[in-house]
Nanobody, 118 residues
Framework: QVRLVESGGGSVQAAGSLRLSCVSS???????VGWFRQAPGKESERVAS???????YYADSVKGRFTISKAEAKNTFYLQMNSLKPEETGMYYC?????????????WGQGTQVTVSS
């Protein structure tokens, strides 16, 4: 059974940083892993992902500020978020596709709240 558990969310002032963690059980993080966010009143969007081949994807709005990484020995992957903006407030979810490619995400964590104040 796959279980993904996020942590690291919280409240931060604009321009601050947070590091989100996602601990995986029952899911090999050698597969694709990713982070999504859902802001209030908006659709969910993929923020970053990392394929099993080592290729990364970042939404244009976060390029140069966010970094996705993983520590296979810890079954954990991360999202380092720097220079946060108030509009990036929302629920952040980690996910996996079950394959090395980042196609459809079928596994999800419960989410962690990020609040960025101006």
């Amino acid at each position: 059974q796959v279980r993904l558990v996020e942590s690291g969310g919280g409240s931060v002032q604009a321009a601050g940083s947070l590091r989100l963690s996602c601990v995986s059980s029952g899911y090999s993080i050698r597969n694709c892993v990713g982070w999504f966010r859902q802001a209030p009143g908006k659709e969910s969007e993929r923020v970053a992902s990392l394929t099993g081949y080592g290729d990364t994807y970042y939404a244009d709005s976060v390029k140069g500020r966010f970094t996705i990484s993983k520590a296979e020995a810890k079954n954990t992957f991360y999202l380092q978020m720097n220079s946060l903006k108030p509009e990036e407030t929302g629920m952040y979810y980690c996910g996996g596709t079950g394959s090395w490619a980042c196609g459809n995400f079928i596994y999800w964590g419960q989410g962690t709240q990020v609040t960025v104040s101006s």
